[in-house]
């Protein structure tokens, strides 16, 4: 008894094992576009030791996210940007940053650190 007696049709169009396409790569998933990875590297750049925030729940999927740090003056400064949350995670780990929730339930921003080298 063949695979076709038992699923008509199936026979011609049996997929195998060499036909599954290849897993996509870490750096193309949730990769930001090359344009505001640059405007998040230099608004990093300029207080490179700051604490940065930006609101993980608010902008999910969207490509609206602002991302902040606190001045040294107890002020917030911050800037717009078109890319998703996974995607400014994704730059800011590029950077040299650890993002995580902070440790109470009911807050939703992510916060990045400098890892030291």
């Avoid at 007696?5 to 790569?25: C, L, Q, T, V, W």
């Avoid at 604490?51 to 040294?72: G, H, M, Q, V």
């Avoid at 040299?96 to 109470?104: I, K, V």
């Amino acid at each position: 008894m063949a695979i076709s007696d038992i699923f008509p049709g199936e026979s011609s169009s049996h997929k195998g094992a060499n036909d599954i396409p290849a897993p996509r790569s870490d750096s193309s998933v949730n990769a930001p576009p090359p344009e505001q990875h640059q405007r998040v590297s230099d608004f990093v750049r300029e207080a490179p030791n700051a604490k940065y925030t930006f609101d993980s729940r608010r902008n999910a999927d969207a490509a609206d996210t602002e991302l902040c740090r606190i001045t040294p003056e107890g002020g917030k400064s911050c800037i717009k940007l078109a890319l998703a949350s996974a995607s400014l995670f994704k730059s800011m780990q590029s950077l040299g940053f650890y993002c995580a929730l902070p440790a109470e339930p009911t807050r939703t921003h992510m916060e990045c650190t400098r890892i030291p080298r």
